[in-house]
């Protein structure tokens, strides 16, 4: 399957599973970044609409980076490096209030299925979970930003989704927003950024060099 087909429908798959435990490596991940970026915004004094634009602007390129790393021959590195990331981020939260969820078996279940590939040296699945990570900020800011907040606006429960069990936090983006643009105009044309983003990145290279 090639990569302009693959990544799509990767995206497609971690948005219809995003609240289930499946996708919680990735989740966490996404989460993680957010959350850490919201909070050093708000240490260095940025409130409001600054705060949101900022954590908006560092996800993206927090997406664009890792697509374009997923072209290149260090691709087998994402995986890992963001699923250790969230690994630490979330137990120590978890050591924090000293809890253990579904949501941790399942990170941790992650992080034991990626240990493995890389010992049995199965590059191309460690590549494709690579893609998966690369492509879950793009995921966590379509959610939060632009369809979840739109099910709530017309009052869809999300736990009416099968299988969801985790909701997300949607108080990060929809509290600290005062600009005129109703929020759900901002969150299409995040849409429509992270959808140009992917199908850039999938495209062939001049080469033809690109990951297949």
Same mark, same amino acid.
């Given at each position: 399957m090639s990569r302009s087909v693959r990544m799509p429908l990767i995206f497609l798959m971690l948005a219809v599973l995003w609240g289930t435990p499946v996708a919680a490596p990735f989740r966490v991940f996404a989460q993680a970044v957010r959350d850490l970026v919201y909070a050093g915004a708000g240490a260095v004094?940025?409130?409001?609409?600054?705060?949101?634009?900022?954590?908006?602007?560092?996800?993206?390129?927090l997406l664009s980076g890792l697509l374009l790393?997923?072209?290149? *021959?260090?691709?087998?590195?994402?995986?890992?490096?963001?699923?250790?990331?969230?690994?630490?981020?979330?137990?120590?939260? *978890?050591?924090?209030? *000293?809890?253990?969820?579904?949501? @941790?078996?399942?990170?941790?279940?992650?992080?034991?299925?990626?240990?493995?590939?890389?010992l049995l040296r199965l590059r191309g699945a460690n590549v494709r979970l690579g893609e998966a990570f690369a492509l879950s900020?793009?995921?966590?800011?379509?959610?939060?930003?632009?369809?979840?907040?739109?099910?709530? *606006?017309? /009052?869809?429960?999300?736990?009416?989704?099968?299988?969801?069990?985790?909701?997300? /936090?949607?108080?990060?983006?929809? @509290?600290d927003w005062n600009a005129?643009?109703?929020?759900w105009a901002a969150g299409i044309v995040l849409a429509v950024i992270i959808s140009v983003l992917m199908l850039v990145s999938a495209a062939p290279s001049d080469k033809g060099k690109h990951v297949k």
């Open positions: 004094g940025m409130v409001g609409m600054a705060r949101v634009v900022v954590l908006m602007a560092v996800l993206l390129a790393l997923g072209r290149t *021959r260090h691709a087998e590195i994402v995986a890992g490096s963001c699923a250790l990331a969230g690994v630490l981020w979330h137990m120590g939260a *978890r050591l924090g209030d *000293r809890t253990f969820t579904v949501e @941790t078996a399942a990170v941790l279940i992650g992080l034991g299925v990626l240990l493995l590939l890389l900020p793009g995921v966590l800011l379509l959610l939060e930003a632009a369809v979840l907040p739109q099910m709530e *606006r017309w /009052d869809v429960p999300i736990g009416a989704l099968p299988g969801w069990t985790m909701s997300p /936090d949607l108080t990060v983006f929809v @509290t005129r643009i109703p929020f």
